[in-house]
């Protein structure tokens, strides 16, 4: 099972990336049997505003990077989205990276790693009703961070024992509800 981790936050200065990267590293000290991970950078992506003439549940894809963030999207089996909360909601790199494709969500489990100056919570909960509404599952699997200025002063995200143990969580609960 190929699992991407999305990264939501393209601002300068952005903890995204090294929760991002925390994930990836913590999953393969797992060492779990047919899981791979993938860290997918929306600020590498670079996606334009969404301004389709379709909505993107027709499959017709006529945007720049439309069809390739479909392709892109299409080989994974899984997501773990990196959700920053931003004014009590989530991030609009997310939505619109969300918004920019449809079938290629459908049928696969979303797991999301919240955080912001309180614990993402309203990140979170906002953007399961949009990704739920794409189709995506949701097996409840979530991390919500507390305190995260603090901890976005080094260079990696350090990770408390609630963290490590909810990630052990989030990946099982990913492949319970993959359907091969
Ligand atoms: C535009 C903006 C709005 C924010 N609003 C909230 C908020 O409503 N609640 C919260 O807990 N933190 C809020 N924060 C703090 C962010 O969650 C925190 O800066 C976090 O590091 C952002 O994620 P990022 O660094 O990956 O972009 C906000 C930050 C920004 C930049």
Same mark, same amino acid.
């Given at each position: 099972m190929l699992i991407y981790i999305i990264v939501g936050s393209v601002r300068e200065g952005r903890t995204a990336i090294k929760v991002a990267n925390w994930v990836q590293q913590a999953t393969t000290e797992l060492a779990l049997k047919d899981i791979q991970t993938e860290v997918v950078d929306l600020k590498e992506w670079d996606l334009p505003l969404f301004a389709g003439s379709h909505p993107p549940a027709t499959g017709i894809y006529d945007q720049p990077k439309q069809q390739q963030w479909a392709d892109k999207i299409a080989q994974a089996q899984a997501f773990i989205f990196i959700s920053p909360e931003y004014n009590?909601?989530?991030?609009?790199?997310?939505?619109?990276?969300?918004?920019?494709? +449809?079938?290629?969500?459908? +049928?696969?489990?979303?797991?999301?790693?919240?955080?912001?100056?309180?614990? +993402?919570?309203?990140?979170?909960?906002?953007?399961?009703?949009?990704a739920s509404s794409l189709g995506l599952v949701d097996p409840n699997a979530v991390i919500e961070i507390r305190d995260i200025f603090k901890r976005n002063k080094d260079d990696n995200f350090e990770a408390n024992e609630f963290e490590v143990k909810g990630l052990a969580a989030l990946i099982s609960k990913l492949q319970k509800y993959h359907i091969a």
């Amino acid at each position: 099972m190929l699992i991407y981790i999305i990264v939501g936050s393209v601002r300068e200065g952005r903890t995204a990336i090294k929760v991002a990267n925390w994930v990836q590293q913590a999953t393969t000290e797992l060492a779990l049997k047919d899981i791979q991970t993938e860290v997918v950078d929306l600020k590498e992506w670079d996606l334009p505003l969404f301004a389709g003439s379709h909505p993107p549940a027709t499959g017709i894809y006529d945007q720049p990077k439309q069809q390739q963030w479909a392709d892109k999207i299409a080989q994974a089996q899984a997501f773990i989205f990196i959700s920053p909360e931003y004014n009590h909601g989530y991030s609009p790199a997310l939505k619109n990276a969300l918004d920019y494709v +449809g079938k290629e969500w459908q +049928g696969k489990p979303a797991a999301f790693i919240g955080y912001g100056s309180t614990n +993402g919570s309203r990140s979170i909960s906002q953007i399961r009703q949009v990704a739920s509404s794409l189709g995506l599952v949701d097996p409840n699997a979530v991390i919500e961070i507390r305190d995260i200025f603090k901890r976005n002063k080094d260079d990696n995200f350090e990770a408390n024992e609630f963290e490590v143990k909810g990630l052990a969580a989030l990946i099982s609960k990913l492949q319970k509800y993959h359907i091969a």
